[in-house]
């Protein structure tokens, strides 16, 4: 075994389908080339990610490990073992940053309980790049994730973290399935305080970017078509 353990790379990924070097820093590039081990959520679509970045890299050289919802425990355990022979290997998101609102957060955290060293790359994270460009509190704010699919819960959630923006002068940021976008910008307008301020910030980084904020009364007259864009929602009552 080797004396000097290998790292995990968080490697983020873009947010779409625009050139990788257009959003993503040449350090990427560089670590990409160097490592043949990855813990992956698709393969198929992490495969086409490295080709992107490296054409000329040995593809089937790649060891690829599949992290998704059909992952044991037992098997996550197992992923980082190569690290303990001083190989490195690098964790890919879908899309953007690994371990943010990702399960990624679970290799990373196993990394730390075998003291292995963790680094975090620089790439897109469309949370906080809505964030930046909302208007709204970057002091403090929270990711809740997707909200109730049902009507009574979802209009309870959304009262409530209205009510924490306004005590707490916080950001509430959340996210939805793409194709019921247009459906949580009408429980937005509808439930919201007509002058909560409401965020909609749809395919960040890529030619059809879209970012707005409004009040949720201003929101009603919306003509934009945000059905089927992978979407950040930020809502703030001041």
């Not at 990924?13 to 993503?24: A, F, H, S, Y």
């Not at 309980?113 to 970057?138: C, E, H, T, W």
């Amino acid at each position: 075994m080797s004396n000097t353990k290998g790292k995990l790379y968080l490697i983020p990924t873009r947010l779409g389908d625009n050139p990788p070097l257009e959003v993503l820093p040449i350090s990427i590039k560089k670590i990409v080339e160097d490592i043949d081990f990855y813990i992956v959520e698709n393969e198929k679509t992490a495969r086409r990610f490295i080709k992107r970045i490296s054409p000329g890299k040995s593809q089937p050289s790649l060891k690829l490990q599949v992290l998704n919802k059909y992952t044991t425990e037992a098997e996550r355990n197992t992923f980082l073992n190569p690290c303990l022979e001083g190989v490195s290997i690098g964790l890919l998101s879908e899309a953007g940053c690994p371990a943010i609102a990702d399960p990624g957060a679970d290799i990373a955290a196993l990394a730390h309980q075998m003291d292995i060293k963790v680094v975090p790359l620089v790439g897109p994270s469309s949370i906080l790049l809505a964030l930046m460009a909302s208007g709204m509190n970057g002091q403090s704010f929270t990711f809740n994730g997707y909200l109730p699919i049902d009507k009574t819960e979802r209009k309870a959630k959304l009262k409530t973290l209205e009510r924490l923006s306004s005590d707490h002068n916080q950001s509430q940021i959340f996210i939805e399935t793409p194709y019921r976008n247009m459906k949580m910008l009408e429980d937005l307008t509808s439930i919201l305080h007509p002058s909560t301020r409401v965020c909609v910030a749809c395919d960040l980084t890529l030619p059809s970017e879209f970012i707005k904020t409004k009040t949720a009364n201003d929101w009603k007259h919306n003509k934009e078509d945000l059905q089927k864009r992978p979407a950040i929602f930020i809502i703030q009552k001041d």
